[in-house]
């Protein structure tokens, strides 16, 4: 899509260099802890005329530096009084400015990097000062910092890494896939798979109603596509990502070199627990990335243990928080095409023109499901690791989809459906995966009373859902589905899964 084929294939044979060698170069242009502890502290004590931390009042500013503790705090309390939206940049600033002085408070205690002998030490500074760099960019968005914090990162690179990781790493590129190793969340470099078990474990199953597919669409016909609202339907791309960096020179399918580009599996990342959004228990807490490789992602029950609850890193602009894995990708070209207006869905909220495609980045183990939903905007969704099923239902089906209303805390759920598809097409033996909650139930099973009365309350709750025409499909690597704005969809990972979705109008 961005390349012809032949360009592509110019591009695969000329081989950009390894992310080893990637890493070395960016190593060698990192700063110095000496240059960035020096750097941030001009940037703190210079403050311009319009400079938003001013907004926050001079008792405030005056906390800084000596009183870090009680300015973060204080910044704390104003940025949890009123709804993110409305929070004030002054108290975002203050909240980053407070971090940053506490980190160079850390990094001038701990002294040079050459007196981090003891692994134990290192790992609890680093630990300590990325947690802290990561909770101020997740909680107040690091305002006219952004990049300051990003050469931190940056300079903590060097520390993180050592010679045993990059030999482990750069033999995860050449391993053959059939060689793993067992994961130890203790020494996650030294003992980690090869790569992520990223295969169907069986025959792809029988789709009733396929997707569309294509290869290598091009802008014209995706322009024409997009300029007729009657052909605003749902089409996967094959072949549209193969010059991604991702699938090939720097995999995001080696959990050693996703560790290697979160700081040794220390940056921290918003992580979805349980099955889906709509179930009772779900939750949400922020974890190391370390911390949701070993527990969700690397790890399977044993014969005499539960299956543990999912973790879902879920539309999360990890793009943004750590831009070596921004470098891995590119926004299709499809993106910047222009769709025609679509009148006809009044279900759908406006929702102001974008400047740039947003993106979202959707990584976790078999099993993790997005509900039957719509969303405001087109989409493309490019799968990069491991495999995913999606079935699509169009806009003029939603009232047979039975939206949900406001929920019991004022949020307006209505681009959700009430529908459950794991627990409807499990009791009327549609489900095409292989996991043993989801194989359906055997004709014996399917004749009992308590299955003919879960399909009785089934068809009393939504007699009209399996009116409702679909069309389903299996999103593997390499491969991207365009769904168009207002299509219901839902999607489950049947293997562990890394994908990427661009919303663009």
């Known amino acids: 899509m961005d390349e012809s084929d032949e360009n592509r294939g110019a591009h695969s044979a000329s081989s950009s260099p390894s992310y080893m060698e990637d890493a070395q ?39 800084l530096p000596a009183n870090s503790d009680m300015a973060q705090e204080l910044a704390y309390q104003n940025l949890h009084t009123v709804p993110y939206k409305d929070v004030r940049t002054c108290w975002r600033r203050l909240y980053t400015d407070a971090t940053l002085w506490k980190v ?27 947690k802290m760099l990561d909770m101020a960019l997740i909680l107040s968005g690091a305002p006219e910092r952004e990049e300051l914090v990003e050469l931190w990162f940056s300079a903590l ?22 060689k ?115 527990q969700y992602m690397l790890t399977s029950p044993t014969p005499n243990t539960a299956a543990p609850q999912k973790g879902y890193l879920a539309q999360h602009d990890l793009f943004a928080q750590i831009p070596s ?12 095409c222009s769709p025609a207006p679509s009148p006809h869905l009044t279900h759908i909220k406006s929702v102001a023109e974008l400047e740039e495609p947003l993106l979202n980045a959707w990584f976790g183990p078999a099993g993790t499901v997005s509900p039957l939903h719509t969303d405001p905007y087109h989409n493309i969704l490019a799968q990069v690791v491991g495999y995913k099923y999606v079935r699509l239902y169009a806009p003029s089906e939603t009232s047979r989809l039975y939206p949900r209303d406001v929920d019991e805390n004022g949020i307006d759920m209505s681009n959700t459906s009430q529908v459950d598809l ?31 009365e879960s399909r009785e309350e089934f068809k009393r709750s939504f007699p009209n859902f399996w009116d409702a025409p679909y069309v389903e499909g299996i999103l593997g690597p390499g491969e991207c589905l365009y769904l168009p704005v207002g299509w219901w969809h839902y999607v489950r990972s049947l293997t562990g899964s890394f994908s990427v979705s661009f919303w663009f109008n």
């Open 180 to 294: 793993r190793r067992k994961f130890s969340p203790q020494d996650p470099f030294t003992s980690i798979s090869s790569q992520f078990e990223d295969t169907l474990p069986g025959p792809a199953p029988a789709l009733a109603y396929p997707i569309p597919r294509t290869h290598v669409l091009s802008m014209s016909a995706f322009q024409t596509k997009l300029s007729d609202t009657s052909m605003h339907t749902p089409v996967i791309i094959e072949g549209a990502l193969q010059h991604w960096p991702a699938l090939d020179e720097r995999p995001w399918n080696s959990p050693s070199y996703l560790l290697d580009q979160t700081l040794g599996g220390r940056r921290l990342v918003p992580v979805e627990i349980g099955r889906s959004y709509t179930d009772e228990g779900w939750g949400q807490k922020i974890i190391s990335f370390k911390d949701f490789m070993s």
């Open 157 to 178: 690179k060097p520390v993180s890494m050592n010679r045993l990781a990059l030999d482990v790493a750069q033999q995860d590129v050449q391993e053959r896939p059939s």
């Open 104 to 130: 160079i408070v850390l990094a001038e205690a701990q002294g040079s990097m050459k007196e981090l002998v003891a692994p134990a030490i290192k790992d609890a500074w680093l630990d300590e000062v990325v």
């Open 25 to 63: 170069d960016m190593i060698s242009l990192a700063p110095t802890m000496t240059e960035i502890i020096q750097l941030t502290r001009e940037q703190l004590t210079t403050t311009s005329m319009t400079d938003p931390i001013r907004e926050c009042g001079r008792a405030a500013q005056l906390l």
């Open 325 to 336: 894995l921004r470098a891995d990708i590119s926004i299709p070209d499809y993106c910047y």
């Open 422 to 452: 794991d627990e409807a097409m499990r009791a009327y033996g549609e489900v095409p995966w292989w996991e043993e909650q989801g194989k359906g139930l055997s004709e014996v099973e399917r004749g009992t009373e308590e299955v003919q």
